[in-house]
């Protein structure tokens, strides 16, 4: 496929009316769109943006009592500012990521497209490469919709006007120790970049509770490089207890949705022709930290909220 015919596929796919408009005549647009469309050697990233990165909607709804058990009686979650969040167009959206499995992820998704007054959209978690040496774990990631966490992946998604959920923490964010719950790492400047280049809101949120699903009180470097991971978590569960210790804790969880904030408007990000990226992640973890304070000091139990 020559860069002509491939730019106009993924063009094809800009479903949303505004961005197809913006596209026209907004070059740092153009140029995401470029990058998206770049002809490149990763055959992985290829062929998930010719089917959409594996997303099967048949699935999705296969699974969906699991994660109804789990939204509803298991972690009883609550969902709080929830309409913060567009019902249309391109948005990004940044939170706390937990220690352990990455559970966050798919409650904040079940959320967004289930709560009788959120947006009803598909949500596109971005997940690291490692989870790729894990093929069953990569595909269900896949089919339920997340996606590599990738630049290219992130603009093709956004150009066509999908809902990206950011984990800005990373690794460092699930590799936590209990002793560091709610305590943000760094974030990487990635939500920034994209907020910026596509001139998109950035939502921020919280999530209470899932970072003690899993106590975790060490981590085995080792065990994870044999396993293809970047660590395996130690509990006082796991691994003394086998696979029965890796059934999370029943904890009482709270998702908190802050108000959209537009990167591209703040003046004070600019200076000399440059763009403060750092400044600009400085201002959303101050954001997405703000939102998990608050929650924590409202809450009295662990694990009945």
Do not use: C
Not at 58 to 63: V, Y
Not at 75 to 86: F, L, Y
Not at 219 to 248: C, D, N, Q, Y
Not at 255 to 266: H, M, N, P, Q, T
């Amino acid at each position: 496929m020559d860069r002509h015919s491939s730019t106009r596929r993924a063009l094809g796919g800009v479903k949303d009316p505004s961005v197809r408009r913006r596209l026209a005549i907004d070059p740092d647009l153009q140029a995401a769109l470029a990058l998206a469309t770049a002809p490149r050697g990763d055959e992985a990233h290829a062929e998930g943006a010719e089917n959409d990165y594996g997303l099967d909607l048949d699935f999705r709804e296969q699974i969906k009592p699991i994660f109804r058990f789990l939204f509803e009686s298991y972690w009883r979650v609550d969902v709080h500012g929830i309409d913060n969040v567009p019902h249309d167009g391109p948005v990004l959206l940044v939170g706390n990521h937990s220690g352990g499995l990455p559970f966050d992820a798919t409650m904040v998704a079940y959320a967004l497209d289930n709560h009788e007054q959120g947006p009803r959209r598909v949500a596109r978690p971005l997940y690291d490469r490692f989870v790729k040496n894990f093929g069953p774990i990569d595909a269900a990631y896949r089919k339920a919709g997340g996606a590599p966490a990738r630049y290219s992946v992130a603009d093709e998604l956004l150009l066509r006007g999908e809902m990206v959920v950011n984990f800005p923490e990373g690794v460092d964010g699930v590799a936590k120790l209990y002793d560091q719950r709610y305590q943000l790492q760094d974030f990487s400047t990635s939500a920034a970049r994209l907020s910026i280049r596509h001139r998109i809101p950035v939502v921020p949120f919280a999530v209470i509770g899932a970072e003690e699903i899993y106590p975790v009180i060490g981590r085995s470097e080792k065990a994870g490089e044999a396993l293809g991971t970047p660590f395996v978590p130690i509990t006082p569960f796991f691994p003394l207890l086998g696979m029965v210790g890796t059934v999370p804790l029943p904890t009482k969880w709270t998702i908190v949705f802050g108000k959209r904030i537009y990167l591209s408007r703040e003046r004070r990000f600019r200076g000399a022709g440059a763009t403060d990226f750092e400044a600009m992640t400085a201002r959303l973890r101050r954001a997405v930290q703000g939102l998990v304070t608050r929650q924590l000091r409202r809450r009295s139990s662990i694990f009945f909220g």
